[in-house]
């Protein structure tokens, strides 16, 4: 029975509002960091040195206010070597402490016997040396209270905790007993003892994790049990043969993945993962076609309109000699369009559905949907996805990435379902040529940028703002659009598009600069996923570090789509170094899976691929980048567990007490 110290009513309410809700919450809220006290002999004491020493108030301790609430307190402390000046500021509420009262001080030795405290204490130094947890807290909450709770919960529930990883995978990794390391964590007398228990209980984090996923798997394929689709493979590949370009090796095995999984007894659950421009979408394409000639119908959903349309239009190319009938549906259709849709849906007569949300509307029943297909997938929920399944029976899913991670990491990441990786870049596509402008300007390189639109490139300019705020300094599409149409006037035309604009309004748009009506395209990140524009090689984003690496990559894949060189120009005013180095991994690596790795090491899995819709939660102490290794084996060793389960009854009993914990995760 897990207990918890007592707390008064606010107190509670803080702790609740960090997810702590009892003694077994408060020793899993592991310290951030360690402090370690320990002393230096004063003759080695060097001007900015770090200091911490004991001494006893040799003078009185006098407060002198300036400026605005800002004061300093000057006394003088002797120890048995010196008379140190000491000097703390902002403490005016500071009790006057009696002359030859011992007290510790911490602080910044400024040489000349003068030392800047940071803190003062009347408790020993003794008791204060060693390695002290630092904890993230909300404010009501002080370090010394917390660490008394942690204390508390300690004495009150070290009896309680039992080992989750079995005794045979403790003495395989010599890790500590789940008791042991959570006491290290807390009450550390050594560092070493802080990273062997760091590593133990990334390890567990790591297992249940597996634990849970291995299982929705196991269930998956176990209830997931359909009849396997019949279809003449040879005419996939007369199809493929017939592409006006050859397919990369990464493309043909990722077909091959689709077409076993659609005719295995086993319900696909596919990720198509790759880096912007790899050719995920034609072999969706191909899968879908598979999954037609098996007599079923394919749902593909779009993350925008204007995309929907695009793949549409690329599916009627494809299948124009095939006999394959495609429709394609989106919010603004007018309703006898839409109505025109959903009857030739329910009758059979559409075999590929292509469209945005409005896939999910109830008035869209297929007659026979046997697979959908999801672009973008963190675009879109985990519901949503759930839902559009469920409008046929035991559906298969594929679902596509452009935001790629390592093949072993996304296989033991995505734990409930299969990856197929594109690696290769399409034969003839050309590296984008990318380059740092340390400036929130043009003028660097117009020259250069009027010549290539003179060759016939067009251009993309990319604010992060659409209208002037005085709270967000940033550049803005609407201020922009204006200054570039006036000094342009007479010799390029400017085109504007942003989020505010209308569906409608933002296809028009999209369409004149598709038509080379505009030479320029000022715009917000809209175009991050949209048509593919063949002269569109050149791309400008002002304010770049204020965005993300992986959403830069995908902006800069928006140039370069046809064999003409690219160019991606990222505009900056930041002086900070981590900005600027960050920016420079963009123009050092083209690879999206260079990018995305770094990234990941940056920000985590969660910032990255949206912890909901990727199937990531968030780790405590694991990284999915340092801790791979670990977290690969802890795959494996979930997998072993899990095949012989009647051996541990233990995992058995949390398996039933946490099977919905990740039910947000996954479908």
Known sequence: MIQTPRLTPKKKEILNSMQIYDGMDILMNYPFRYETVETKPFELWQKDDKVVFEGKIASSLKTVRYQRNKSVTRFSVVTDYDVYEISLFNRPWLKSIPIGNTVTIFGKYEGKQRV???????????????????????????????????????????????????????????????????????????????QQAIRTMKYEEFLRFQIVMQARRKSNQSVQIGSAKQFDESKIWQLCDALPFTLTNDQKKAIQDILADLSSEVVMYRMVQGDVGCGKTMVAMLGMYANVLAGYQAAFMAPTEILAKQHAKNLHKLFDATGVRIGVLYSSLSAKEKNDVYTKLA?????????????????????????????????????????????????????????????????????????STILEVPKGKKEIIT?????NSLRSFKDELEQLMDEGNQVYIVCAAIEKNEEFDARNVVELHANLSKAW?????????????KSEEKDEIMNQFLNKEFHVLVTTTVVEVGVDVKDANVMIIYDAHRFGLSQLHQLRGRVGRSSQ?????????????????????????????????YDLKLRGPGDLLGYRQSGIPSFVLGNIIDDHRILIQSKEDAVHILNHIELYPSIQKYLIENSKKYSNYFD
């Open 116 to 194: 800047t405290a940071i803190q003062m204490n009347e408790v020993p130094l003794e008791q204060q040396l060693g390695i002290h947890p630092v904890y993230h807290l909300k404010d009501g909450l002080t370090q010394k209270y917390y660490m008394d709770l942690v204390k508390q919960s300690w004495m009150l529930n070290r009896d309680e905790i039992d080992d989750f990883v079995p005794s045979e995978f403790i003495d395989k990794y010599k890790l500590m007993t789940r008791k042991m390391a959570l006491y290290l964590l807390h009450f550390p007398k050594y560092m070493q003892e802080v």
């Open 435 to 439: 380059k740092l402008v340390k400036e």
């Open 489 to 501: 006037e007479g010799k390029y035309k400017v085109g504007l598009v942003h989020g505010k604009l």
């Open 347 to 419: 009758n059979g007569e559409i075999d590929i559905l292509v469209g945005t949300h409005a896939l999910f509307q109830q008035n869209v029943v297929f007659k026979k949907l046997g697979m959908i297909v999801t672009d973008e997938q963190q675009r879109f929920g985990v519901q949503q996805r759930q839902n559009l399944a469920s409008k046929g029976d035991k559906v298969d899913v594929l679902m596509m990435s452009a935001t790629p991670i390592p093949r072993t990491l996304a296989t033991a990441l995505y734990g409930d379902m299969d990856v």
């Open 565 to 597: 060189q690219g160019y991606c120009y990222l505009l900056t005013n930041s002086k900070e170094q981590s900005s600027l180095e960050r920016l420079n991994v963009l123009v050092k690596y083209s690879n999206g899976f260079d990018i995305s790795q």
